[in-house]
């Protein structure tokens, strides 16, 4: 079974993800753009892992826990948010071709979502250029309304994006609209064992598991 690992991105991924950047991409943000992005406490890195083949390396007897190894890892999602304020703006989501539309992208869009609420935003945002139908369905389907457009927004082709927005993260019955977006990726990754390793930092609010996710913490 394959198994999808979604994780903060650290430095050691750089390289893998600049190389997902360009194929998503034709080259966004380079080196020197994700290292300035680690470092910033108002950004969230996150990374969709794809792996094979776990193999048990040790063991904790004393929590009866064990860590992992994974043969054949390859870094095939990237997403990123700033908090401006109180708002989330996502500034890059992308799945790698040969894996899109298997779910991956509501899964990384899904996480992002979850960090913006355990920051405690009210709302969040994103540029999608006009031609992109299967990223503005994913986007309607959790709630983001067009709200504008900027014309000739992308340089290299001159399109114009709209503007979509997404409020009341900070309604106190989001985490239930989070429960049911949970649910629903979780069915539509029906085959893959889902991994969620947040790993811990002094950027991170909080650490809230997402019910029904194993989770490298347990």
Same mark, same amino acid.
């Given at each position: 079974?394959?198994?999808?690992?979604?994780?903060?991105?650290?430095?050691?991924?750089?390289?893998?993800?600049?190389?997902? =950047?360009?194929?998503?991409?034709?080259?966004?943000?380079?080196?020197?753009?994700?290292?300035?992005?680690?470092?910033?406490?108002?950004? =969230?890195?996150?990374?969709?892992?794809?792996?094979?083949?776990?193999?048990?390396?040790?063991?904790?007897?004393?929590?009866?826990?064990?860590?992992?190894?994974?043969?054949?890892?390859?870094?095939?999602?990237?997403?990123?948010?700033?908090?401006?304020?109180?708002?989330?703006?996502?500034?890059?989501?992308?799945?790698?071709?040969?894996?899109?539309?298997?779910?991956?992208?509501?899964?990384?869009?899904?996480?992002?979502?979850?960090?913006?609420?355990?920051?405690?935003?009210?709302?969040?945002?994103?540029?999608?250029?006009?031609?992109?139908?299967?990223?503005?369905?994913?986007?309607?389907?959790?709630?983001?309304? =067009?709200?504008?457009?900027?014309?000739?927004?992308?340089?290299?082709?001159?399109?114009?994006?709209?503007?979509?927005?997404?409020?009341?993260?900070? =309604?106190?019955?989001?985490?239930?609209?989070?429960?049911?977006?949970?649910?629903?990726?979780?069915?539509?990754?029906?085959?893959?064992?889902?991994?969620?390793?947040?790993?811990?930092?002094?950027?991170?609010?909080?650490?809230?598991?997402?019910?029904?996710?194993?989770?490298?913490?347990?």
């Amino acid at each position: 079974m394959a198994i999808i690992t979604i994780q903060t991105m650290s430095p050691k991924d750089i390289p893998s993800v600049v190389e997902l =950047d360009q194929v998503c991409f034709g080259g966004l943000w380079n080196a020197q753009g994700y290292q300035r992005e680690l470092e910033s406490p108002n950004s =969230d890195l996150l990374i969709l892992v794809m792996s094979q083949n776990q193999e048990k390396i040790a063991s904790k007897s004393s929590k009866f826990e064990s860590e992992f190894t994974y043969k054949n890892s390859y870094i095939i999602g990237i997403g990123c948010l700033w908090a401006i304020l109180e708002e989330a703006h996502i500034t890059i989501l992308g799945i790698h071709p040969q894996y899109q539309g298997l779910g991956l992208g509501q899964l990384l869009l899904y996480a992002l979502m979850r960090s913006a609420w355990e920051r405690g935003l009210e709302r969040a945002t994103l540029e999608v250029a006009t031609s992109n139908i299967s990223a503005l369905s994913l986007y309607h389907k959790f709630g983001f309304q =067009d709200v504008g457009r900027r014309r000739g927004y992308y340089q290299q082709t001159g399109e114009d994006a709209l503007i979509l927005w997404r409020g009341h993260l900070d =309604d106190p019955e989001f985490d239930q609209v989070l429960s049911k977006w949970h649910k629903q990726v979780i069915a539509r990754l029906d085959g893959y064992q889902v991994i969620w390793k947040k790993l811990k930092s002094e950027n991170q609010l909080s650490q809230v598991k997402p019910a029904g996710l194993i989770s490298e913490f347990d």
